[in-house]
T-cell receptor, first 115, second 113 residues
Framework: DAGVIQSPRHEVTEMGQEVTLRCKPISGHDYLFWYRQTMMRGLELLIYFNNNVPIDDSGMPEDRFSAKMPNASFSTLKIQPSEPRDSAVYFC?????????????FGPGTRLTVL | AQSVAQPEDQVNVAEGNPLTVKCTYSVSGNPYLFWYVQYPNRGLQFLLKYITGDNLIKRSYGVEAEFNKSQTSFHLKKPSALVSDSALYFCAVRDSNDYKLSFGAGTTVTVRA
């Protein structure tokens, strides 16, 4: 299995631009999570989906952030407009349900820099 | 509510010496506990977990963790550290009634040759 795939690996953009991060979870996994990692705040859960349906988006910082999961093999996290304080590493993770004791598998992350 | 504390930002040990990375947790229900490791410019990798059963969880490459309910702790241990163990280690907890994982702030482990 290829694991969780994220693209792009690095993104540099200017303030005000739209940014779209992409994630392909492990085939068969029914949970998908988006995290943000910064030095100041550590690892924060932004939103998670179960069977393509958003379950908890309480971690999404502002209305500028949105996430979708149109099918079981693809999810996007969009920031519009982007701001310098959005600079962080964004991770996607997936897991297999059937009990909430299963570990999450993380992608390599997207390093976002907003100038 | 659930939370995790990793009281040490950094742990430095010499190669061949025992390594301990500390973690304490707080949950309202039964805890599901996890350890992850992150190498530079990589995603988090799952190490081990405690769900139920034996309090000492062992992995094949010498890493283990001990669950202590009375002290609400889940410390990661390795009897003999290697330079390649140098990385950022995260402890995480999930309440048995929830799917959300709460991560600690992470502990940077440096093993010197």
């Amino acid at each position: 299995d290829a694991g969780v795939i994220q693209s792009p690996r690095h993104e540099v953009t200017e303030m005000g631009q739209e940014v779209t991060l992409r994630c392909k979870p492990i085939s068969g996994h029914d949970y998908l999570f988006w995290y943000r990692q910064t030095m100041m705040r550590g690892l924060e859960l932004l939103i998670y989906f179960n069977n393509n349906v958003p379950i908890d988006d309480s971690g999404m910082p502002e209305d500028r952030f949105s996430a979708k999961m149109p099918n079981a093999s693809f999810s996007t996290l969009k920031i519009q407009p982007s701001e310098p304080r959005d600079s962080a590493v964004y991770f996607c993770a997936s897991s297999l349900g059937q009990g909430n004791y299963n570990e999450q598998f993380f992608g390599p992350g997207t390093r976002l820099t907003v100038l | 509510a659930q939370s995790v504390a990793q009281p040490e930002d950094q742990v430095n040990v010499a190669e061949g010496n025992p390594l301990t990375v500390k973690c304490t947790y707080s949950v309202s229900g039964n805890p599901y506990l996890f350890w992850y490791v992150q190498y530079p410019n990589r995603g988090l990798q799952f190490l081990l977990k405690y769900i139920t059963g034996d309090n000492l969880i062992k992995r094949s490459y010498g890493v283990e963790a001990e669950f202590n309910k009375s002290q609400t702790s889940f410390h990661l241990k390795k009897p003999s550290a290697l330079v390649s163990d140098s990385a950022l280690y995260f402890c995480a907890v999930r309440d048995s009634n929830d799917y959300k994982l709460s991560f600690g702030a992470g502990t940077t482990v440096t093993v010197r040759a």
